[in-house]
Every structure is written in C-alpha cells, then in structure tokens.
C-alpha cells in the first residue's frame, strides 16, 4: 500500500498549482514533453483505450496555425507560450484495442456504434487531459487548459490526414509566469458540493 504523498507534493500538484497565462522566457525540451506524456500514459482509461491524440505546438509556425483558431486572448496566450498542445481524441480508438487491451480480443465489437465511442473518447480524452496537467505539474511545468477556440477549424487545421481525430482541448505549456495570475477563485468546502450517501 502506498504512503500518502507529503504536504509539498500535495501543494505542487493541487493546492499551489495555478492555470497561468503567461510563462517564463524558458524553454521547454523534446525529452520534457515525451516524460509528460511517459507518465500521464499510466493514468486510467476505460479499457485501456487511451483515445488521447496529443500534437505538440513548438515551432511559431504551429503556434501561429493553432492561435489563429483560438478565441479573444487565447491566441496571443498560444503565441508566447513556449509549447502550445493540441488534446486530440480518435473516435476510431476501438481500432487499437487488440493490442491496448490484449486479454479480451473482441472488446473492440462493443465499440462498432460511432455515437457510442464519440462519448466514450470524449470522456477518456478529457481523462488523459487532466493527466497531462497533472504530470506537467509534477515535473515543475505549468499548463493553461482552454476552451476558447473554434474545433472545427483545429480539426482542419492539426487533423485533416487523420479525420477520426477530433479536438477535445487544448493548453499551454511551460513555466508559469505569477505576474500573469489573479488571485485564486472560490474553492468551496466538501458540505457544498458533495453528498455522502
């Protein structure tokens, strides 16, 4: 059984951590991205699915393709930040079943209605979304998920090859920079939001 992480783990992953919109004039590496991903891959999806189809916006070139999709201020957010991410989903991902999930072969069958695997990639997408943020967290980056932005002018945009492959979200990356953060919006206590039955 795992020990409980210490207060300062807890801190930099939740209660400390921030969405940033703006970061440091430091760069972020190829390794870097390729450990986020290493560790948010363990993250849960259901049967081991994993629809998330990430593009990594480096070059100002992609940025620059990404920001003209976005909304209001999320374009110049995308332009400054030193990586930009596309969260793709496949709504195809039942393709890769048989090697994903290798101790039931004809899971992919459960998967043969679009509409069904639409809601189900959209939902482990959104799963492996959080991952990304939290392994970015835990190894000392920072993140600014947004939603402003125009899916169908990014799908065109990073997914015209591959049209089973839609934008669920997308986020900055980098190291946050404080002067570009307000103060912290309401967290409620536990009595507000949740029941325990």
Not at 59 to 66: P, Q
Not at 107 to 131: C, H, K, P, V
Not at 147 to 152: K, L, Q
Request: proline share 7%.
């Amino acid at each position: 059984m795992a020990a409980p992480l210490p207060d300062a783990a807890l801190d930099q992953l939740f209660r400390t951590a921030r969405t940033y919109n703006g970061y440091l004039d430091r760069p972020v590496t190829a390794d870097q991205l390729r450990a986020i991903w290493d560790l948010m891959k363990f993250g849960p999806t259901s049967a081991n699915m994993l629809p998330a189809r990430l593009v990594w916006c480096v070059s100002a070139e992609a940025k620059e393709r990404l920001a003209a999709c976005a909304s209001g201020s999320n374009g110049e957010k995308i332009r400054k930040a030193p990586v930009s991410v596309v969260i793709g989903m496949d709504i195809d991902f039942h393709e890769q079943l048989a090697w994903l999930f290798p101790h039931n072969p004809a899971i992919a069958g459960y998967f043969g209605d679009r509409a069904t695997r639409e809601i189900m990639a959209l939902r482990n997408s959104s799963l492996q979304g959080a991952y990304f943020i939290m392994a970015a967290r835990a190894l000392g980056l920072d993140t600014g998920p947004m939603s402003g932005f125009d899916n169908a002018a990014v799908d065109a945009a990073f997914f015209a090859a591959t049209p089973n492959v839609k934008s669920n979200f997308i986020s900055t990356l980098g190291y946050g920079d404080p002067a570009t953060i307000f103060e912290r919006s309401p967290r409620p206590d536990f009595d507000v939001f949740n029941t325990i039955a």
